[in-house]
């Protein structure tokens, strides 16, 4: 795993896409962003730069 500051967890994640962390939840089960995990809580956790790419395709 990268550095952790490469990350946000779900409810970062969820306020920079504007989305509830449901919906994250959702899209992580239905493969559309990838999930990764924390090595010692196993929190979700999401890159920055997916994120970024995820914004640049639905602005699309």
Do not use: C, F, Q
Not at 29 to 55: A, M, Q
């Amino acid at each position: 795993m990268e550095k952790l500051d490469e990350y946000l967890r779900i409810k970062e994640a969820s306020e920079y896409l504007g989305v509830s962390p449901n919906t994250l939840r959702n899209w992580g089960r239905d493969g559309r962003i990838i999930e990764h995990r924390h090595p010692v809580n196993n929190y979700r956790l999401y890159k920055k730069e997916d994120l970024t790419r995820l914004l640049r395709h639905a602005n699309r």
